[in-house]
């Protein structure tokens, strides 16, 4: 199961423009099963889609998840989940996270052939360390004990260091950095991120660097694919 997280950044590009149809062009070219999105939704008034569901429909197969509190939002605090066909949604829930700052998570269990239940979550981590921190010993407290090792959490970590500072995952999730994946034109940090539990195996990852995402948003998407951990064959 090949999974894409992209800070959309509202669908607004490096030449200033709002082009949805561009990233969504991205998006599709990915080859991804599941796409977890940061900055999927505008920030002012009922946080209407940066990306139309309607246009999800007419320029790719995925389907969006329900997430959206407003009836007019693709996500929850901006964090939004595509899935193709053949994959099952079995729940949904909206995490909240302590920040100063407005935060959210989306969880998703989600079942496929061939990797059968993943428990998957989308974030994106606030600026200031001491509270990323906060915000993932959260993220880790929301998901059940059971489903730990079936969990896949991806997004925007926010975070600079090469390894430091996802200390409050704990030892049960492994990190998974693709590549530097910001700023668009000049690639110098890691921001964003998978983590997953035990139960999991990655079989590749990286970072999509050619084409429209050059410059269809100030992240470039990454990827990592997923496959039953050899001693966990549920799948």
């Known amino acids: 199961m090949r999974v894409l997280s992209y ?36 920030r002012l008034g009922a946080r209407p889609a940066a990306i139309p ?25 901006g964090n939004a989940i595509l899935v193709k066909p053949g994959i099952a949604v079995r729940s949904v829930r909206r995490l909240p996270l302590p920040g100063l700052e407005p935060r959210g998570a989306v969880q998703v269990e989600v079942e496929a052939a061939g990797i059968g239940a993943v428990t998957l979550v989308g974030a994106h981590l ?34 600079w260091a090469p390894e430091g500072g996802f200390e409050p995952l704990g030892p049960g999730f492994a990190l998974v950095t693709p590549g530097r994946s910001y700023h668009a034109a000049y690639p110098v940090a890691p921001l964003d991120r998978f983590a997953h539990g035990a139960g999991l195996t990655v079989k590749g990852a990286g970072v999509i660097r050619q084409g429209a995402a050059r410059h269809a948003s100030d992240h470039l998407p990454v990827w990592a694919e997923f496959a039953p951990a050899p001693e966990d064959r549920r799948g």
């Open 53 to 77: 569901k309607h246009l999800i429909d007419l320029e790719s197969d995925y389907d969006a998840v329900d997430l959206g509190a407003t009836g007019v939002s693709l996500g929850w605090h």
């Open 126 to 159: 606030g600026l200031i360390r001491r509270w990323r921190r906060l915000q993932m010993h959260a993220i880790r407290e929301h998901i059940a004990p059971e489903t730990r090792a079936r969990t896949i959490i991806a997004g925007d970590f926010n975070e």
């Open 7 to 42: 800070n959309i950044r509202k669908a607004v590009g490096l030449d200033g423009r709002r082009n949805p149809e561009r990233v969504m062009g991205v998006i599709a070219d990915s080859g991804a099963d599941i796409v977890i999105l940061q900055e999927a939704d505008k």
